[in-house]
T-cell receptor
Framework: AQSVTQPDIHITVSEGASLELRCNYS??????LFWYVQSPGQGLQLLLK??????LVQGIKGFEAEFKRSQSSFNLRKPSVHWSDAAEYFC??????????FGPGTRLSVLP | EPEVTQTPSHQVTQMGQEVILRCVPI?????FYWYRQILGQKVEFLVS????????KSEIFDDQFSVERPDGSNFTLKIRSTKLEDSAMYFC???????????FGEGSWLTVV
C-alpha cells in the first residue's frame, strides 16, 4: 500500500543548530513530493516541492530538501534553525492517479 | 500570490446542527479538495472534486458530508448533523491538476459541543 512515513514524531534542536527531518515514501512510481509547515492553530504553508530535475530543491525560509530515489526519501534540511521555525512539519506525496497524502508530521521544538 | 480563502476561520456549533464551511479556490484551478485535521493528528483526505462532481472520497466522507460548487467560485463542505468527533480543522485546497502544487487555505476550525 502507498504510504508516507516520518519516523520522528518530535525533534528538539538548539537555535543555530542544523536540522534534518526525515520523510520516506512507498509508491510504485516516483511521486511528486512536498514539505509543508504548520504553526500552532494555523494553516499549511508550502515550504518546497519536487516534481523532477535537480534532486536538491530549495524552498522558502532557508529550507532545502533532497530527493533520493534509491532510498525513497525526501528529507528536509536547514543549516541553522531559528526559534521561529518551531512548528509541525508535514511531508506529502502525490502520485499520478492517487490522492495527495500527508505523512503523520514531525513536531519541531527549538531551544534558546 | 493567489490564495485559497476559507470562511469562517472558527465556528462553534451544537451537536446535531448543520454546518457549512466555505472556500474560494484559486480562480483558474480545476481540482478542489477538503482535508481535515483532528487536533494533534495528521491531515486526512476527505474528498476531491473535479468537473462538478466528486472524483474521490475517503471512508471518512460518509453520508453526513456533502460538497458543492454552487456558483463557479465557491466550494462548500456541508456536514448535515454534526457529531463531537467532527471537531477538527478543515482545510480546503485547490490545484490545476496533473501534479501541480496543491494550495491550501488557512483552515476552518470547527468545534462541536
Amino acid at each position: 500500500a502507498q504510504s508516507v512515513t516520518q519516523p520522528d514524531i518530535h525533534i528538539t534542536v538548539s537555535e543555530g543548530a542544523s536540522l534534518e527531518l526525515r520523510c520516506n515514501y512507498s509508491y510504485g512510481a516516483t511521486p511528486y513530493l512536498f514539505w509543508y509547515v504548520q504553526s500552532p492553530g494555523q494553516g499549511l504553508q508550502l515550504l518546497l516541492k519536487y516534481f523532477s530535475g535537480d534532486t536538491l530543491v530549495q524552498g522558502i525560509k532557508g529550507f532545502e530538501a533532497e530527493f533520493k530515489r534509491s532510498q525513497s526519501s525526501f528529507n528536509l534540511r536547514k543549516p541553522s534553525v531559528h526559534w521561529s521555525d518551531a512548528a509541525e512539519y508535514f511531508c506529502a506525496v502525490e502520485s499520478y492517479g492517487q490522492n495527495f497524502v500527508f505523512g503523520p508530521g514531525t513536531r519541531l521544538s527549538v531551544l534558546p | 500570490e493567489p490564495e485559497v480563502t476559507q470562511t469562517p476561520s472558527h465556528q462553534v456549533t451544537q451537536m446535531g446542527q448543520e454546518v457549512i464551511l466555505r472556500c474560494v479556490p484559486i480562480s483558474n484551478h480545476l481540482y478542489f479538495y477538503w482535508y481535515r485535521q483532528i487536533l494533534g493528528q495528521k491531515v486526512e483526505f476527505l474528498v476531491s472534486f473535479y468537473n462538478n462532481e466528486i472524483s474521490e472520497k475517503s471512508e471518512i466522507f460518509d453520508d453526513q458530508f456533502s460538497v458543492e460548487r454552487p456558483d463557479g467560485s465557491n466550494f462548500t463542505l456541508k456536514i448535515r448533523s454534526t457529531k463531537l468527533e467532527d471537531s477538527a480543522m478543515y482545510f480546503c485546497a485547490s490545484s490545476q491538476g496533473g501534479g501541480n502544487t496543491i494550495y491550501f487555505g488557512e483552515g476552518s476550525w470547527l468545534t462541536v459541543v
